[in-house]
T-cell receptor, first 114, second 113 residues
Framework: ETGVTQTPRHLVMGMTNKKSLKCEQH?????MYWYKQSAKKPLELMFV???????ENNSVPSRFSPECPNSSHLFLHLHTLQPEDSALYLC?????????????FGAGSRLTVL | AQSVTQPDIHITVSEGASLELRCNYS??????LFWYVQSPGQGLQLLLK??????LVQGIKGFEAEFKRSQSSFNLRKPSVHWSDAAEYFC???????????FGTGTQLKVEL
């Protein structure tokens, strides 16, 4: 495996379900990100983890709960979601402290909330 | 706060024609500038970036972009478009040394054969 891998690629869930999105990076990076991509809207930064510590939480509702157990893995735990949460969720990673910060993205997890 | 405007939501060009995708940004200083491309069902792939130095930057797949400070623009160009270039293109900015990218809403490129 190379780059940034996201699973599952597609997820359908009801509003009362609990599910998780997983992201794994094989690049040796030390920062990881969750972005939300909705139709007709710019990508929205949700969370940033640097050296496994959360350094950014962009006013994301508590029904989204991130977890970063180590520098290679990032999870997004989902609970009691709303239909408007349906979107493509993109994970990215980068190497901080190496000058300019270039993000490498995964292919995304397409979430549909019924 | 920084912002990015991509004024063209959709662009259609014929294969072999030249392409220019517009990007304007708002930021108090010279930011880092990026262009990403997203094919259907895929994540974002970095095409090119500008940090400093020569204002004309070359990227992958034959793309280039020019930073114009006076116009706060970073337009993406390609002299001859291929059918495989059909995708959505995103311009993004970040504060120098920062790790938060602010994206535009994207431009959907269609290539007619």
């Amino acid at each position: 495996e190379t780059g940034v891998t996201q699973t599952p690629r597609h997820l359908v869930m009801g509003m009362t379900n609990k599910k998780s999105l997983k992201c794994e990076q094989h690049l040796g990076h030390n920062a990881m990100y969750w972005y939300k991509q909705s139709a007709k809207k710019p990508l929205e930064l949700m969370f940033v983890y640097s050296l496994e510590e959360r350094v950014e939480n962009n006013s994301v509702p508590s029904r989204f709960s991130p977890e970063c157990p180590n520098s290679s893995h990032l999870f997004l735990h989902l609970h009691t979601l709303q239909p408007e949460d349906s979107a493509l969720y993109l994970c990215a990673s980068s190497q901080e402290g190496a000058g300019a910060n270039v993000l490498t993205f995964g292919a995304g997890s397409r979430l549909t909330v019924l | 706060a920084q912002s990015v405007t991509q004024p063209d939501i959709h662009i259609t060009v014929s294969e072999g024609a030249s392409l220019e995708l517009r990007c304007n940004y708002s930021y108090g200083a010279t930011p880092y500038l990026f262009w990403y491309v997203q094919s259907p069902g895929q994540g974002l792939q970095l095409l090119l970036k500008y940090f400093s130095g020569d204002t004309l930057v070359q990227g992958i797949k034959g793309f280039e972009a020019e930073f114009k400070r006076s116009q706060s623009s970073f337009n993406l160009r390609k002299p001859s478009v291929h059918w495989s270039d059909a995708a959505e293109y995103f311009c993004a900015v970040a504060a120098r040394g920062g790790n938060k990218l602010t994206f535009g809403t994207g431009t959907q490129l269609k290539v007619e054969l």
